[in-house]
């Protein structure tokens, strides 16, 4: 169809991407989420990962430790997920596989954004238990990951619901 004859309204709502120009965009918009997640729980990491040279951290009671380690593996794993897609681009890198890199690129970003919020979730409770020693922790900590799941994946899902047909469109075009 000749771009004339394609009405007002379709022209201002759809991409005229090739799949290799789609792959570009989704790539770079990816790597932009990344950026954002990867800075958060490498920080995090780093913080952990001192913790345990501190005089404090020997007369913390074995449960704590065993929190503590469970947090670090978790961040750890996180790390791994979020710097994977970068190692994946490299390694396939000039391939002709833009289109399939994006897609697993996406799912280990998924998969790391599941593991920080285990992480964010583990550090908080080992915090609280330590600085606290108090029963309403697993509460608090609850009511800390209802938020994450209603921020991170519930509004998310809920707009992906609302304003988009089964296709990806917007319900608008």
């Known amino acids: 169809m000749v771009e004339d004859e394609i009405p007002e309204s379709d022209r201002r709502t759809r991409r005229s991407e090739t799949p290799e120009e789609r792959a570009d965009r989704r790539w770079t918009e990816l790597i932009q989420e990344i950026r954002v997640a990867q800075t958060g729980v490498q920080i995090l990491l780093g913080f952990l990962l001192t913790v345990v040279f501190t005089p404090h951290f020997q007369g913390l009671e074995q449960t704590d430790k065993t929190i503590y380690?469970?947090?670090?593996?978790?961040?750890?794993?996180?790390?791994g997920a979020l710097i994977g897609p970068v190692a994946f681009h490299r390694i396939v890198s000039g391939r002709r596989i833009k289109p399939q890199a994006v897609v697993w690129a996406s799912r280990l970003?998924?998969?790391?954004?599941?593991l920080l919020l285990a992480t964010l979730v583990s550090a908080l409770f080992l915090i609280l238990r330590v600085a606290t020693h108090d029963g309403y922790v697993p509460w608090l900590v609850s009511g800390v990951v209802a938020w994450y799941l209603?921020?991170?994946?519930g509004l998310p899902l809920w707009a992906r619901i609302r304003y988009t047909?089964?296709?990806?469109?917007?319900s608008d075009e």
């Open 69 to 79: 380690i469970v947090t670090v593996v978790l961040g750890s794993l996180a790390t």
């Open 109 to 114: 970003t998924f998969l790391g954004l599941i």
């Open 150 to 153: 209603v921020c991170w994946f």
């Open 165 to 170: 047909n089964g296709d990806g469109l917007s």
